[in-house]
């Protein structure tokens, strides 16, 4: 499998990188919902949530980790996560991401739909 997300996380198609090891890179959005608005993509293709195997615990438990590292280093002291699952979650890639979402300075624009 080579989709889009798998070209990017993998540095055939270039991004602008925050963060990057063997298991996962972490790049700008191409169309920002927030100030910081980062993508933390796996760089093994799966999916969705939805589409997780027993086995893919540490991958899960890595990308959550390195954002919150990522967002340490951006210096936000608060921010959102979120999956989106399938195309009624609004997922439109199909390959697993976290968005990584901050940097609002207040509540009303904190209101984001990723
Ligand atoms: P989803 O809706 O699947 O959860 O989120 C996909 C995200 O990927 C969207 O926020 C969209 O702006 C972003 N995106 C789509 N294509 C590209 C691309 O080619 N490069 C980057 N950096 N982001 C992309
Ligand atoms: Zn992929």
């Not at 890179?25 to 933390?40: C, E, G, Q, S």
């Not at 799966?46 to 997780?52: C, K, V």
């Amino acid at each position: 499998m080579s989709c889009l997300f798998c070209k990017i996380a993998s540095g055939e198609i270039p991004s602008e990188t925050f963060y990057e090891d063997g298991d996962v890179r972490v790049f700008k959005d191409i169309n920002p919902k927030a100030p910081v608005h980062l993508l933390v993509v796996p760089k093994l293709h799966i999916q969705s949530i939805a589409h997780l195997a027993t086995n893919h615990g540490d991958v899960v438990a890595k990308i959550i980790y390195v954002a919150k590292r990522v967002a340490a280093d951006q210096g936000l002291t608060g921010y959102k996560l979120v999956f989106n699952v399938g195309r009624e979650g609004g997922q439109v890639i199909d390959h697993l991401h976290l968005h990584l979402l901050g940097g609002w300075g207040s509540k009303e624009e904190r209101n984001v739909d990723v």
